[in-house]
């Protein structure tokens, strides 16, 4: 049987962690949707064409650490507005969302798009600053060189091009339950998250 659980949310809000997380809880499998956008947005500055890339893209692409960088972030954000890309990724996530004994799915527009079925729903949010605070610290822990300042200004100009895009843009699902990371614990949240799933089982 299958039990998709859909976690969406601005950069750095803290849905990987919970994603993993309640992956663990449950002993379903997880998808992180952005590392798909990640690895055609990594195909991209090599000059590769976007659409192109998103159709050629397998399993494989997704196990590379060079994605986890503020470029590759900023050219995935640049090709999830192209529609055709996001048309390209689609039957993969489905497909993942659809796996026997469940799937834990954390990305932009799963709730909304992908499974709109899902049968939990969660929207991970937190404010602008502690967001970028926490990737700040993530990326200086793996010896990049990067600044506060820089770091925030990514972060609002990456969510500001996700809110506002013509397709599958950032917004919660009318059914998603809401949770604030912002003042919350690792373990608090993902009490939450396991607390919001429980109630839908
Ligand atoms: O979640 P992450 O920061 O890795 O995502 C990188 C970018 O990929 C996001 O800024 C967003 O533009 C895009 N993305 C998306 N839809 C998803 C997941 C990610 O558009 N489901």
């Known amino acids: 049987m299958s039990f998709t659980i859909a976690i969406d949310g601005p950069a750095a809000a803290g849905k990987g962690t919970i994603s993993k997380a309640v992956a663990a809880h449950f002993g379903f499998g997880h998808l992180d949707t952005g590392l798909l956008y990640r690895a055609v947005g990594a195909k991209t500055l090599d000059g590769t064409d976007p659409i192109e890339a998103a159709r050629a893209l397998v399993a494989e692409d997704l196990e590379n650490d060079a994605l986890r960088t503020p470029e590759v972030a900023q050219a995935a954000s640049k090709v999830a507005v192209i529609p055709d890309v996001r048309a390209a990724l689609v039957d993969f996530q489905r497909a993942f969302a659809r796996r026997a004994g469940g799937a834990v799915l954390d990305g932009r527009d799963i709730g909304t798009v992908i499974c709109p079925e899902a049968e939990a729903k969660l929207f991970v949010t937190a404010s602008a600053e ?14 990049l060189e990067v600044s506060r300042e820089q770091v925030l200004a990514d972060v609002i100009e990456r969510d500001q091009r996700d809110r506002e895009r013509a397709e599958a843009p950032l917004v919660a699902a009318e059914d998603a339950v809401e949770i604030d990371t912002s003042n919350l614990s690792i373990e608090a949240a993902v009490a939450q998250a396991v607390a919001a799933v429980e109630a839908r089982k």
């Open 130 to 143: 502690v967001r970028a605070e926490r990737r700040f610290l993530e990326l200086e822990a793996k010896g």
